[in-house]
């Protein structure tokens, strides 16, 4: 059982940034790819990135590519998500999700095991 809890979240306006993390708990933190999802207005959840339990290997969404960096730091079980060039098109609540390995795709929300609750981010223009 992993529980995942978001924090980090706010009001920014274009162009600034925000560190969101995703502190977890469970011993088995490290066996688990982690994911970034988010859920705009009106729209459904989709994909923002992903890194490997090693944290070796990290996928980015073509609209967040450059602008997004996600890592992990073991030692805390907590994983981040550091944006920068933030765009009023960011706005969204942000999950953290963990999946298993080899239990398929790491862009699909079917594959994640578990949820944080959100956390809410607003870009201003």
């Known amino acids: 059982q992993v529980q995942l809890v978001e924090s980090g979240g706010g009001l920014v306006q274009a162009g600034g940034s925000l560190r969101l993390s995703c502190a977890a708990s469970?011993?088995?933190?490290?066996?688990?790819?982690m994911g970034w999802f988010r859920q705009g207005p009106g729209k459904e959840r989709e994909f923002v990135a992903a890194i490997i339990w090693s944290g070796r290997n990290t996928f980015y969404a073509d609209s967040v590519k450059g602008r997004f960096t996600i890592s992990r730091d073991g030692a805390k079980n907590t994983v981040y998500l550091q944006m920068n060039s933030l765009k009023p098109e960011d706005t969204a609540v942000y999950y953290c999700a963990a999946k298993l390995p080899y239990s398929g795709s790491y862009f699909s929300t079917d594959n994640y095991n578990y949820w944080g609750q959100g956390t809410q981010v607003t870009v201003t223009s």
């Open positions: 469970g011993r088995t933190f490290s066996s688990y790819h």
